[in-house]
């Protein structure tokens, strides 16, 4: 079993999505070892996303990501990483099959109703990010 970091993103949640994309998390055999909603202010927005600072769209990346509630979740399974990217789908939502969550939920590169980590090196460091230690069940 391994854990993978996991957003609900602002689009998603003001659309009311964030039920419909639990219940896939549900459904598609994870178990949700943390989970809470909160709303980013620009510094843990610019901190989380800060391998990006340099890219065009690093500005816009960042408005959005503070422009309401997020539902950040620790998910765990067996390749939780690779199992939580699949059942997203690819970055932009244009492009993704119907059927994953951004190409149900998600509009556009930009506001593309979640996120996962890369890799499990980088799900260790954006767990902690988020969450700490007493946060898990
Ligand atoms: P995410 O998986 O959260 O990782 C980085 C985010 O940057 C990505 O999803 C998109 O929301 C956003 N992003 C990546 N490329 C672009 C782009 N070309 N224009 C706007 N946003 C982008």
Known sequence: MSMTFAMIKPDAVRAGNAGNIIQR???SGFTIRAMKLIHMTRPIAEG??????????????????????TVVLALEKENAQQAWRDLMGPTDS???PKGTIRGDFGT?????????????ENAKIELSYFFNATEFC
């Open 25 to 27: 998390i549900n459904d």
């Open 94 to 96: 244009t492009k993704a």
């Open 108 to 120: 556009s590169m930009g506001e593309n109703a979640s996120h996962g980590s890369d890799s499990d």
């Open 48 to 69: 989380f996303y800060a391998v990006h600072k340099d890219r065009p769209f690093f500005g816009e990346l960042v408005e959005f990501m503070t422009s309401g509630p």
